[in-house]
């Protein structure tokens, strides 16, 4: 047995806790397929907008608002609401098509899989091995937490 005299664990979760696969088979595709809904539904929550703004702030743009009234033309007479979700939108489909490690991305990202997961459509895999060993540290006093790049 290995003997650990630190205080914490910093674990990754793609390939050490849970499955690659399943980021790439399963969250990621859940984010496109809700994304839309998920929009129309949180619409105005404060988590939902901060992360939106990000998006914009992300693309180059002081915020959603700013965004909007950028690329909505004279011609235009979509909603502005409905206009702003269409811009965040699309812009998560071309960062998401890219692979790139957008702050606004990851905090849209975030709110849609907690949703998922607190409504019990998404079920989260987990290596066998890793419920044991979460609950050795933690009867041990040892503290855990996660890193993840994105």
Same mark, same amino acid.
């Given at each position: 047995?290995?003997?650990?005299?630190?205080?914490? $664990? #910093?674990?990754? $979760?793609? !390939?050490?806790?849970?499955?690659?696969?399943? %980021?790439?088979?399963?969250?990621?595709?859940?984010? @496109?397929?809700?994304?839309?809904?998920?929009? &129309?539904?949180?619409?105005?929550?404060?988590? /939902?907008?901060?992360?939106?703004?990000?998006? =914009? @702030?992300?693309?180059?743009?002081?915020? /959603?608002?700013?965004?909007?009234? &950028?690329?909505?033309?004279? =011609?235009?007479?979509?909603?502005?609401?409905?206009?702003?979700?269409?811009? %965040?939108?699309?812009?998560?489909?071309?960062?998401?098509?890219?692979? %790139?490690?957008?702050? !606004?991305?990851?905090?849209?990202?975030? #709110?849609?899989?907690?949703?998922?997961?607190?409504?019990?459509?998404?079920?989260?895999?987990?290596?066998?091995?890793?419920?044991?060993?979460?609950?050795?540290? @933690?009867?041990? !006093? $040892?503290?855990? @937490? $996660?890193?993840?790049? !994105?």
């Amino acid at each position: 047995m290995i003997e650990f005299g630190g205080r914490g $664990i #910093l674990l990754d $979760i793609e !390939g050490t806790t849970s499955s690659v696969s399943f %980021v790439y088979d399963v969250m990621f595709p859940f984010v @496109r397929r809700e994304l839309e809904p998920y929009l &129309e539904t949180h619409w105005g929550e404060s988590d /939902l907008a901060a992360a939106c703004d990000q998006i =914009a @702030r992300d693309a180059g743009h002081d915020s /959603l608002v700013a965004w909007a009234t &950028e690329a909505s033309g004279a =011609a235009d007479n979509i909603e502005p609401a409905a206009a702003q979700r269409k811009l %965040v939108a699309s812009e998560v489909a071309r960062l998401m098509d890219g692979d %790139v490690k957008a702050t !606004g991305l990851k905090q849209l990202q975030g #709110l849609i899989w907690r949703d998922g997961f607190e409504s019990g459509e998404l079920l989260a895999h987990v290596y066998d091995d890793v419920p044991p060993a979460l609950e050795r540290w @933690r009867l041990a !006093g $040892i503290t855990m @937490r $996660i890193y993840s790049s !994105g």
